[in-house]
């Protein structure tokens, strides 16, 4: 590995952290990072589940008093992501190389657009109604596979289906989508690693980059607009879903 792919591997991973604590789509950048670095598009994309991980987990100890408030909700959506997830995960085992890389440029274009729409998806605060309801619980079955699949633009995703079926405070959510994105990482990380598919010496060099990543991700935000941040995610996005078109 060139002393330039290692470098390319920690800024990537660094970038991913803090743009996750800021606006979220940090999946791009390590993807894209993985990509350039040779690695296979499922290795890279398996790898970026387990590169993302850190950041999640401090997201949910921050935000522990808002699960702890609807922890029953919280434990039923749980156990569907865990189901979800591992569907996802081994449908993607289930590809070889060649054939999901049919797909990246798809699911990069449409989660880029899904990213892009972020804004006008988050859910309105509604204190009255709380996830658990048979529609979020189906929603959140169906999300966890896409999650287990292809992880990127996952939590938009999910913010927007717990807003549009079950409502509550935008904060609530927030925390309930970061837990819920743990249990889908931690999922497909035991598929992968038992598939043999994720390229460790890639994620030794970014997972701590990432962790550092997202602690800076605060100090950034105060400094940083945040449209900034997103014009860089989706840019990426774009750039690598036109990549993928041309080269497929």
Sequence with gaps: ?????????????????????????????????????????????????IVQFPGYV?????????????????VFLALLSIAGSTAGALLLLSLDNPAFRQLVPWLLLAATLLFAAGPWLRPRANAERVPGNAASLVGQFFTSIYGGFFGAGMGIMMLAMLGLTAGGSYHHLNALKNLLAVVIAAVAIVVFVGGGVLAWPAALIMIPASALGGYSGVYIARRVPQWIIRALVISVGLLLSVYYFVST
């Design 1 to 49: 590995m060139s002393l330039f792919i290692i470098l390319l591997l920690l800024a990537s991973g660094f970038l991913s952290g803090a743009v996750n604590a800021i606006a979220g789509g940090g999946t791009f950048l390590t993807f894209g990072a993985m990509t350039i670095a040779g690695i296979a598009p499922i290795s890279a994309n398996a790898t970026s589940s």
């Design 58 to 74: 401090t997201s949910v100890i921050a935000y522990w008093p808002e699960i702890r408030t609807h922890w029953k909700s919280a």
